[in-house]
């Protein structure tokens, strides 16, 4: 059967409708189904209406193939302990007759004429006879259509319906059977037809189909077991009929290549009426007519539900009028064929009315299949015309957004994963970090990245963490811990989102930001690091992955052995503990404060010092002794020295260092200007003497150049003095090599008008003048940001990784629908970094391969371990984020859910979302939403309050 098409049906329904209101009184006015007004349970009636009516069809088109009432009764019997079928066996047979030759002329003349000196003299004619031998054949087809019961081993199982024999004689100019000798079987067709007569009411035949409404698995009027049931039947029966139809015009194909002219565009049933139509009419009941024996149809329909109310639905008289115009129909196509075709042959008018036939049952099962496909199409475009568009996975996402905020109380109400790095309220932030998802939609465009939702438990004081910088050093961190619960909903195997985590920092800010997962109560193991500082961009996407939910898990295992259930668990238990995200910030100025001996908030306005730090820690890989206040080292030279003294101090400490470096750094440029003269080729010159190279300009011009290769050459790499480039060359050798020194073809370029970078680093930078500023008091080293305040925080220390087991528990008691399944979150491989050069440089954006990122975590990791001297120093200004998701996984669309399942996915996904909040907040749930909400969740999801789900 084809599949529902809208069009198609349309066009169909609207030309039988006109040949309906010609059958029916002249005061109805039948219309399509969705045209008419009318109620849920209308739908009902509608597909058993139509149901009803294809069962008659069928029976009324096999009994125009010699079906009778007492075959109908006895099928019916026979239908209650064993399967009823409908086979179909063919047989053929090809044997030699006689040969014959005969002669045939060519139309064609050919005449000569004979001349003598130009005057005609005779004329002769001549013609081309052919002699043809021809072979003739005797082919004999026989065929029969039985009803069996069971396997139909004794005769008593089998019921002849339709048996013939018919032979035809065949020509060939070769002595070569032009079929097979014999051909046993030439066709063998069965269907199973136990559905068509268990569907009888068992008092008479008359179609008794309903559709059970409480049955468990009825969803709506096309989704339930006895539809399903139908449908099956009607698929197979379609197919037996085109099978049997097909090999009953190929005798017809036979028939004509033995030169016996047949009409074959005959063999068409578009003049059959088709009784199943989804229509409806605007009247009131009536009783069924009596149509007696006169009636021409062996099967009527009765009402098969005498409680039901309908002044929309087609009456039984109305449904039984268009049942004896399609048996009506049948007989005026078969008088048609009786003109058309032979009485005898091999293939006659029984044939031709055969292969109508069983296109026209074909066909009643398609007009049905379109029939309860188009209830269900009306469901769907009501729906939309109820919302004003069809729903998509992103549009859901965003309703569900608004349903939390009429579910939740405000202290539990899921937030934004976006929060704001800073050290306190007072202080400006450092950056934002956020999880964002791109909701694509249905073209593949997305719309604006928004932060995805999430419920959140923090923590303000805990006990500390470690994560390792390398195998020999660990570092231990304090601070706030926030545990976010994230639920996503995929519908048809598509989330309809794209997640990605993105840092930005504002200008002169900066702080790292670690990537991994929960490793133990007391550990964090980063995969990922990055220094986040100057408008820096980094966007990180995001990768989910589903694991199996906790039913699916334990079905799978069940019949496994021991260790083999052994192995299984213990690879889930690593991929529960995988959905533990983390994301691990790090503020860098507080702990620059901290390293340095520096009183709270002493950077907060240096700038330029912080840079300067920085680059320091990170460039050149400066240990932070060298640079911090050391008051036990005869550094203070009066007691209690202020937060200014000990500031003048680092910065005097800086200015050393950078004038050390420079100082470094001229001495190198000396060294290797005087290794590039040593290696010149004097001998070249003009006149070859060193004085002419001097007054050529030959040593500025090393020197220029020395100083652009040096700004330009290893940027990241802190300079080496005395260093020669590879295999012996000197250094500034390639810039220098080519052309003599002197030549005009090959100047030297002279530096540019600003000063070169090298030249920049190696000026004495300005000794500052210390500001003149009073003692601050110390800040606090901790303080929650702003998603801390809400209720949920706590002060206990919680075991992370006993979370996914938790909350696999709760999947497995309270998610019925067994639709729950726990999901790890995994960093994607392109990630991409928008960043300024400069203070006024315009944005440029590039993307981090894996070495990238690689070295990206080595300078994080470096100046971690500066920050913290090796692991000494605890980092007190961190925040970890630990991220815990799953989704909610629908077998088809937001619609396709509501309409076909007959869903509410709002339903769902809010006792998911229950289910997760209540884990992670650690309350039950009617703590969790509001009262006048409670009543409501009770009905939908009466599990979540029982005593053993809290």
Same mark, same amino acid.
């Given at each position: 059967m084809?599949a529902f098409?809208?069009?198609?049906?349309?066009?169909? +329904?609207q030309?039988?409708?006109?040949?309906?209101?010609?059958?029916?009184d002249?005061t109805?006015?039948?219309?399509?189904?969705?045209d008419?007004h009318?109620?849920?349970?209308?739908?009902?009636?509608?597909?058993?209406?139509?149901?009803?009516a294809?069962v008659?069809?069928q029976l009324?088109?096999f009994?125009a /193939?010699?079906?009778?009432?007492?075959?109908?009764?006895? /099928?019916q019997e026979?239908?209650?302990?064993?399967?009823?079928?409908?086979?179909?066996n063919?047989?053929?047979?090809?044997?030699?007759l006689?040969e014959e030759?005969?002669?045939?002329?060519d139309?064609?003349?050919?005449a000569?004429?004979?001349?003598?000196r130009g005057?005609?003299q005779?004329?002769?004619?001549?013609?081309?006879?052919?002699?043809?031998?021809e072979?003739?054949?005797?082919?004999?087809?026989?065929?029969?259509?039985?009803?069996?019961?069971?396997?139909?081993?004794s005769a008593?199982?089998?019921?002849?319906?339709?048996t013939?024999t018919g032979q035809?004689e065949?020509i060939t100019?070769?002595?070569?059977?032009?079929?097979p000798e $014999?051909?046993?079987?030439?066709?063998?067709?069965?269907?199973?037809a136990?559905?068509?007569?268990?569907?009888?009411?068992n008092?008479?035949a008359v179609?008794?189909?309903?559709?059970?409404r409480?049955?468990k698995?009825?969803?709506?009027?096309?989704?339930n077991?006895?539809v399903q049931?139908?449908?099956n039947?009607?698929?197979?029966?379609a197919?037996?009929?085109?099978q049997?139809?097909?090999?009953l015009?190929?005798?017809?194909?036979?028939q004509?290549?033995?030169?016996k002219?047949?009409?074959?565009g005959?063999?068409?049933?578009?003049s059959i009426?088709?009784p199943?139509?989804p229509?409806?009419v605007?009247n009131s009941q009536?009783?069924?007519?009596?149509?007696?024996?006169a009636?021409?149809?062996i099967v009527?329909?009765?009402?098969?539900?005498?409680e039901?109310?309908s002044?929309?639905?087609?009456?039984?008289?109305?449904s039984?009028r268009l049942?004896?115009?399609?048996v009506?129909?049948l007989?005026g196509?078969?008088?048609d /064929?009786?003109?058309a075709?032979?009485?005898?042959?091999?293939a006659?008018?029984?044939?031709?009315?055969?292969?109508?036939?069983?296109?026209?049952?074909?066909?009643?099962?398609s007009?049905?299949?379109?029939?309860v496909?188009?209830?269900?199409?009306?469901?769907?475009?009501?729906?939309a015309?109820?919302?004003?568009?069809?729903?998509?996975?992103g549009?859901f996402a965003?309703?569900?957004?608004?349903?939390?905020?009429?579910?939740?109380?405000e202290a539990?109400?899921?937030k934004?994963?976006c929060?704001?790095?800073?050290?306190?309220?007072?202080?400006?932030p450092?950056?934002?970090?956020?999880?964002?998802?791109?909701?694509v939609?249905?073209?593949?465009?997305?719309n604006?990245?928004?932060?995805?939702?999430?419920?959140?438990a923090?923590?303000?004081?805990?006990?500390?963490?470690t994560?390792?910088?390398?195998?020999?050093?660990?570092?231990?961190f304090?601070g706030?811990?926030?545990?976010?619960?994230?639920l996503s909903?995929?519908?048809?195997?598509?989330?309809?989102c794209?997640?990605s985590l $993105?840092?930005?920092?504002?200008?002169?800010?900066s702080?790292?930001v670690?990537?991994?997962?929960v490793?133990?109560?007391t550990?964090?193991d980063?995969?990922?690091?990055?220094i986040?500082q100057?408008?820096?961009e980094?966007?990180?996407?995001?990768?989910?992955?589903?694991?199996?939910?906790?039913?699916?898990?334990?079905?799978?295992i069940?019949?496994l052995?021991?260790?083999q259930?052994?192995?299984?668990?213990?690879?889930?238990?690593?991929q529960l503990?995988s959905?533990?995200?983390?994301?691990? $910030?790090v503020?860098?100025?507080?702990?620059?404060?901290q390293? +340095?001996?520096?009183?709270?908030?002493s950077l907060?306005?240096e700038i330029?010092?912080?840079?300067d730090?920085?680059?320091?820690?990170?460039k050149?890989?400066?240990?932070?002794d060298?640079?911090?206040?050391d008051?036990t080292?005869g550094?203070?030279?009066?007691?209690n020295?202020?937060?200014?003294?000990r500031l003048?101090?680092?910065?005097?400490?800086?200015?050393a260092?950078?004038?050390?470096l420079?100082?470094?750094?001229q001495?190198?440029?000396?060294?290797?200007?005087?290794?590039?003269?040593y290696?010149?080729?004097?001998?070249?010159f003009?006149r070859?003497s060193r004085k002419?190279?001097?007054?050529?300009?030959?040593?500025?011009m090393?020197?220029?150049?020395l100083?652009?290769?040096?700004?330009?050459?290893n940027?990241?790499a802190?300079?080496?003095?005395?260093?020669?480039a590879?295999?012996?060359?000197?250094?500034g050798?390639?810039a220098?090599?080519g052309?003599?020194w002197?030549?005009?073809s090959?100047?030297?370029?002279?530096?540019p008008?600003?000063a070169?970078?090298?030249r920049a680093?190696?000026?004495?930078?300005?000794q500052p003048?210390?500001p003149?500023?009073?003692?601050?008091?110390?800040?606090?080293?901790?303080r929650?940001p702003d998603?801390?305040?809400?209720?949920?925080a706590s002060s206990?220390?919680?075991?992370?990784?006993?979370?996914?087991?938790?909350?696999?528990?709760?999947?497995?008691?309270l998610?019925?629908?067994?639709?729950?399944r726990?999901t790890?979150i995994n960093?994607?491989e392109r990630?991409?970094k928008?960043?300024q050069k400069?203070?006024l440089?315009?944005?440029?954006?590039?993307h981090?391969s894996k070495a990238?990122?690689?070295?990206?975590r080595?300078a994080?990791f470096?100046?971690?371990?500066?920050?913290?001297?090796?692991?000494?120093?605890?980092?007190?200004?961190?925040?970890?984020?630990?991220?815990?998701?799953?989704?909610?996984?629908?077998d088809?669309t937001?619609t396709?859910t509501v309409i076909?399942?007959?869903?509410?996915p709002i339903?769902?996904?809010?006792?998911?979302s229950l289910i997760?909040a209540s884990?992670?907040?650690?309350?039950?749930?009617?703590d969790?939403?509001?009262?006048e909400?409670?009543q409501?969740?009770t009905d939908n999801?009466?599990? /979540?309050?029982?005593k053993?789900?809290r």
């Amino acid at each position: 059967m084809e599949a529902f098409a809208e069009g198609r049906v349309e066009q169909r +329904l609207q030309a039988a409708l006109e040949r309906v209101r010609v059958i029916l009184d002249a005061t109805k006015d039948p219309q399509a189904a969705g045209d008419v007004h009318h109620q849920y349970e209308d739908k009902y009636l509608l597909v058993e209406g139509v149901t009803n009516a294809a069962v008659a069809s069928q029976l009324n088109s096999f009994s125009a /193939l010699g079906l009778t009432m007492q075959h109908v009764q006895k /099928l019916q019997e026979w239908s209650k302990d064993k399967v009823v079928s409908f086979q179909f066996n063919a047989e053929e047979a090809c044997s030699y007759l006689r040969e014959e030759t005969r002669e045939e002329e060519d139309p064609t003349r050919h005449a000569e004429e004979v001349s003598v000196r130009g005057a005609l003299q005779a004329a002769f004619t001549s013609k081309v006879v052919t002699r043809i031998t021809e072979y003739f054949w005797k082919f004999e087809a026989k065929y029969e259509l039985v009803a069996i019961r069971g396997v139909g081993e004794s005769a008593d199982d089998r019921l002849c319906l339709v048996t013939r024999t018919g032979q035809a004689e065949l020509i060939t100019s070769a002595k070569q059977s032009p079929r097979p000798e $014999v051909k046993k079987p030439a066709a063998k067709l069965q269907v199973n037809a136990n559905w068509l007569f268990r569907n009888l009411k068992n008092d008479k035949a008359v179609p008794g189909f309903t559709v059970d409404r409480l049955a468990k698995h009825c969803k709506t009027p096309r989704r339930n077991e006895d539809v399903q049931k139908a449908y099956n039947h009607c698929e197979r029966v379609a197919v037996f009929a085109k099978q049997v139809s097909t090999y009953l015009s190929g005798l017809f194909q036979v028939q004509t290549a033995a030169k016996k002219s047949l009409d074959l565009g005959a063999l068409r049933d578009d003049s059959i009426f088709s009784p199943v139509l989804p229509v409806m009419v605007q009247n009131s009941q009536e009783a069924i007519e009596d149509l007696g024996p006169a009636s021409e149809s062996i099967v009527l329909v009765e009402a098969v539900r005498e409680e039901a109310q309908s002044n929309v639905q087609l009456t039984v008289q109305d449904s039984n009028r268009l049942l004896q115009e399609e048996v009506r129909s049948l007989k005026g196509k078969q008088t048609d /064929l009786a003109e058309a075709f032979p009485e005898e042959g091999l293939a006659t008018r029984a044939e031709a009315f055969a292969v109508v036939t069983l296109q026209h049952v074909a066909r009643v099962c398609s007009s049905w299949a379109d029939a309860v496909g188009y209830v269900e199409d009306m469901l769907r475009k009501q729906l939309a015309a109820a919302i004003g568009k069809e729903v998509s996975p992103g549009d859901f996402a965003a309703y569900m957004r608004f349903h939390y905020r009429k579910l939740f109380h405000e202290a539990f109400l899921p937030k934004p994963l976006c929060f704001s790095v800073r050290r306190s309220d007072t202080h400006s932030p450092e950056g934002t970090v956020s999880i964002e998802e791109a909701v694509v939609g249905p073209g593949g465009d997305s719309n604006i990245n928004s932060p995805i939702v999430t419920m959140v438990a923090s923590t303000a004081e805990s006990a500390p963490m470690t994560f390792p910088l390398n195998a020999s050093t660990n570092v231990t961190f304090a601070g706030e811990r926030h545990l976010h619960a994230w639920l996503s909903h995929q519908f048809s195997g598509q989330s309809g989102c794209e997640l990605s985590l $993105v840092a930005r920092a504002r200008q002169f800010s900066s702080m790292l930001v670690l990537i991994g997962r929960v490793s133990s109560a007391t550990s964090f193991d980063p995969k990922y690091a990055a220094i986040i500082q100057n408008k820096d961009e980094l966007t990180i996407p995001l990768n989910l992955s589903t694991i199996p939910s906790p039913k699916e898990f334990k079905d799978a295992i069940e019949s496994l052995s021991p260790e083999q259930q052994a192995f299984a668990k213990a690879f889930r238990a690593m991929q529960l503990e995988s959905t533990l995200f983390g994301v691990l $910030v790090v503020q860098i100025k507080p702990q620059l404060e901290q390293v +340095l001996n520096l009183a709270d908030d002493s950077l907060t306005k240096e700038i330029k010092l912080t840079q300067d730090l920085m680059q320091l820690f990170i460039k050149y890989q400066i240990p932070s002794d060298l640079l911090s206040f050391d008051a036990t080292s005869g550094e203070a030279e009066i007691l209690n020295p202020t937060a200014a003294e000990r500031l003048e101090r680092v910065k005097g400490h800086v200015q050393a260092m950078h004038e050390m470096l420079a100082q470094a750094k001229q001495e190198d440029l000396q060294e290797r200007e005087r290794e590039v003269l040593y290696h010149l080729p004097f001998a070249n010159f003009e006149r070859g003497s060193r004085k002419d190279f001097e007054r050529q300009g030959g040593r500025a011009m090393v020197r220029e150049t020395l100083q652009l290769s040096a700004a330009s050459v290893n940027q990241s790499a802190p300079i080496m003095c005395g260093a020669a480039a590879p295999g012996g060359a000197p250094p500034g050798g390639a810039a220098l090599g080519g052309a003599p020194w002197g030549a005009p073809s090959m100047p030297v370029p002279s530096p540019p008008p600003c000063a070169s970078p090298a030249r920049a680093a190696a000026a004495p930078a300005p000794q500052p003048q210390p500001p003149q500023q009073p003692p601050q008091p110390a800040q606090p080293t901790q303080r929650l940001p702003d998603e801390a305040s809400s209720v949920g925080a706590s002060s206990g220390t919680r075991d992370y990784t006993q979370v996914p087991v938790e909350m696999d528990q709760r999947f497995e008691k309270l998610d019925t629908d067994n639709s729950l399944r726990p999901t790890i979150i995994n960093p994607g491989e392109r990630w991409t970094k928008r960043s300024q050069k400069a203070l006024l440089a315009s944005p440029s954006t590039s993307h981090l391969s894996k070495a990238e990122q690689k070295t990206e975590r080595e300078a994080a990791f470096d100046l971690l371990d500066a920050l913290t001297k090796s692991g000494a120093l605890p980092l007190t200004h961190a925040s970890l984020h630990v991220v815990i998701a799953a989704t909610h996984c629908f077998d088809k669309t937001v619609t396709e859910t509501v309409i076909q399942n007959n869903i509410n996915p709002i339903a769902k996904v809010e006792r998911s979302s229950l289910i997760m909040a209540s884990t992670v907040h650690q309350k039950p749930v009617p703590d969790l939403i509001k009262d006048e909400q409670v009543q409501r969740v009770t009905d939908n999801s009466p599990q /979540l309050f029982l005593k053993d789900a809290r």
